[in-house]
């Protein structure tokens, strides 16, 4: 079976199962196996020097490469059709290893003001530090116009596919191609859409992140991330000289000095992630939490499909409540992305939307206490629906102004669906409206 498998392109499902896994190679072991060890024994001297040299891949160290964790790395590659696949010990690991990546030595990442909060904190807090400055791209949905706020020294374009908390969805292919044309990549954090749902490499991406925490995994139970490289970007730029940088580290078997490009020609960028950023600054994914990941990825489809069709009953109910200002969904026909999201997300714009809550700020809070079936906290994605006030918990670190800009309003809750039954879902939504009206 192994053998067709290698030979067989499968479909999404087939991968989700399959991919990255020959039992043959693991004792015929039916689900992989748990690899909890720090090091692995080296055959000989020339093996060990083999993989020092990177002359030969294999298993050295658990920090930088694991059997468990690299059926995950295959199977997640496989799924978005990428060249190849870091594993990290968080998502915001995966974000902040990938700009550091891109922008090394200095240079400006234009981003999109629609991003997850921690993530646009840190641009404004730690990234300047190392020389790296974020510019908020006012044409973020006008591609047309965005070429004009690029400059000479910007190294990217960073975008969510599906934007939290708002659903904001944005023309991928077009940014792309504006990218593209001055140089540069363009990044993708694709943590709420999955591959499921969307493949953003497919649409014009250079590098994928994902916070697998999320919706890749599905039950609350682990932090992980996740780094994907389409291997179509041209690396062998001035722009990006450390990609070309020989090191000594990765000599040939002649002690000629070799640069990541030679070593990893399919897979440059996260080559240079594992090697450099994951080697020495950490962020290892431990092998029982990539195996977590890997039996969530298994019921990906299922989960997802419904979560996505929770979040339109949800979205269609609160829609008429007397209780809500406004319901923000990409999935709804009056959403301004629907057309966006009947093009690019055939199968469901995601499961998180928001809502307006009309009332005053005792109100809402009422509202949130006398929620019994959601779970109250920040995470999404899970199997279990959650609620939470963004703007006070997940984007609190936002200044006022930074919220008008991401278009987050104080009275803005988000939900993020689960696979409960909808009705029983509505109805606690209901009892909490009323409790919080009385």
Do not use: C
């Not at 192994?2 to 199962?17: G, V």
């Not at 990255?20 to 692995?40: L, R």
């Not at 591959?195 to 682990?222: F, W």
């Amino acid at each position: 079976m192994a053998n067709e498998l290698e030979k067989t392109t499968y479909r999404f499902d087939t991968q989700r199962l399959r991919a990255g896994y020959d039992p043959k190679e693991h004792n015929y072991a039916v689900s992989p196996p748990i690899y909890q060890t720090t090091s692995f024994d080296f055959r000989d001297v020339e093996h060990a020097k083999a993989l020092f040299g990177l002359r030969e891949l294999g298993n050295l160290y658990t920090r930088i490469g694991n059997p468990t964790v690299a059926v995950l790395e295959q199977r997640i590659a496989a799924l978005d059709g990428a060249s190849g696949a870091v594993a990290l010990s968080s998502g915001m690991a995966a974000v902040s290893y990938t700009l550091l990546n891109v922008a090394e030595g200095g240079g400006r990442i234009l981003t999109s003001p629609y991003l997850y909060g921690g993530s646009a904190d840190s641009f404004k807090k730690v990234y300047p530090k190392f020389g790296i400055t974020f510019d908020f791209a006012k044409n973020i949905e006008n591609p047309e116009k965005l070429a004009e706020e690029i400059k000479p020294d910007t190294k990217a374009i960073y975008v969510e596919s599906i934007s939290n908390p708002n659903g904001v969805l944005l023309d991928i292919d077009a940014i792309a191609k504006v990218a593209h044309e001055h140089g540069i990549p363009l990044i993708v954090d694709n943590t709420v859409a999955t591959p499921y749902l969307y493949n953003p490499i497919s649409h014009g991406a250079d590098i994928v992140v994902y916070s697998a925490t999320k919706g890749l995994t599905g039950h609350g139970n682990v932090i992980a991330g996740l780094v994907l490289e389409s291997g179509k970007f041209n690396w062998q730029s001035d722009k990006f000289p450390q990609f070309s940088e020989k090191y000594y580290t990765l000599r040939d078997i002649n002690d000629n000095n070799r640069s990541f490009l030679e070593v990893f020609p399919e897979a440059p960028f996260t080559g240079r992630i594992r090697f450099n950023y994951l080697n020495y600054f950490g962020a290892a994914l431990s092998p029982f939490d990539a195996y977590l990941v890997l039996i969530g990825l298994e019921t990906l489809s299922e989960r997802i499909e419904k979560q996505v069709r929770n979040a339109g009953i949800l979205a269609e109910y609160l829609k008429t409540h007397k209780s809500v200002e406004w319901v923000r969904y990409p999935g709804l026909k009056d959403s301004p992305y629907h057309e966006l999201a009947q093009r690019d997300f055939p199968k469901g714009a995601g499961g998180i939307l928001s809502f307006g809550f009309k009332g005053t700020t005792e109100q809402r809070e009422a509202f949130l206490n006398s929620v019994k079936l959601f779970n109250y906290h920040v995470n999404i994605g899970d199997a279990r629906s959650l609620i939470v006030n963004s703007p006070q918990t997940t984007h609190s670190e936002l200044e006022p102004e930074e919220k008008k800009i991401a278009d987050i309003p104080e009275n803005l809750i988000r939900i993020s669906a689960g696979l409960e039954d909808p009705a029983d879902l509505i109805a606690d939504l209901e009892q909490a409206f009323e409790k919080a009206n009385t």
